[in-house]
């Protein structure tokens, strides 16, 4: 079955510099990707993803980008600010099945 | 629009019981999945269901199961109770089959085995 790979599990960066998280995984088949935030407390919120028939996609200062050759899909994070501060999951859905596979996510502190 | 809902937010169970979990969906969703997060493996699919059927299983045993009543409610149950049960519940709704659409979660609920 998919396994989903996330690194790295903890990222401090200060205000303003850039966070970029990548995962892998191991299903050709899968062709969906998105990206979740979960705070403290609160379950985790859609904040962007990707299909396979794309290679990168943005949304204001975030974006994510898809190698599909290479099985890997990152998220960059530009002038991050305190409140970027969460935990970030990336997962992969594919094949027959609809259930998403989550990477183990990544701690993100940004210092102010 | 309201959000996926789910209550409770918080119980504490003891080991060998059984407890309840309920997941309202957005308005208009018709597919609820269910997944278990703990610190040690993170997130992790249980079920889902969609027109009040089980359309997937993830890899748990049979003390776990659910169902989903026509106004796209579900809830998941768990039987005996083990104290390796604790965890944080998720429930996700999306608009059909979860193979097709985003899924969006709700706040879950923490359950505590004593």
């Known amino acids: 079955g998919e396994n989903v790979e996330q690194h790295p599990s903890t990222l401090s960066v200060q205000e303003g510099d850039s966070a970029v998280i990548k995962c892998t995984y191991s299903?050709?088949?899968?062709?969906?990707f998105p990206w979740y935030k979960q705070e403290l407390g609160k379950g985790p919120q859609l904040i962007i993803d990707?299909?396979?028939?794309?290679g990168e996609k943005k949304d204001q200062r975030i974006a994510v980008t898809l190698n599909k050759t290479a099985k890997h899909f990152s998220l960059h994070i530009t002038e991050t600010q305190p409140e970027d501060s969460a935990v970030y999951f990336c997962a992969a859905r594919g094949g027959s099945q609809g259930n998403l596979i989550f990477g183990k996510g990544t701690k993100l502190s940004v210092k102010p | 629009k309201a959000g996926v809902t789910q209550t409770p937010r918080y119980l504490i169970k003891t080991r060998g019981q059984q407890v309840t979990l309920s997941c309202s969906p957005i308005s208009g969703h018709r597919s609820v999945s269910w997944y278990q997060q703990t610190p040690g493996q993170g997130l992790q699919f249980l079920f889902e269901y969609f027109s009040e059927t089980q359309r997937n299983k993830g890899n748990f045993p049979g003390r776990f199961s659910g169902r989903q009543f026509s106004n796209s409610r579900s809830e998941m149950n768990v039987s005996t109770l083990e104290l390796g049960d604790s965890a944080l519940y998720l429930c996700?709704?999306?608009?059909?089959?979860?193979?097709?659409?985003?899924?969006?979660f709700g706040p879950g609920t923490r359950l505590t085995v004593t």
């Open positions: 990707i299909r396979s028939n794309v």
């Open positions: 299903d050709s088949a899968s062709n969906y």
């Open positions: 996700a709704s999306s608009q059909g089959l979860a193979g097709l659409y985003e899924q969006y």
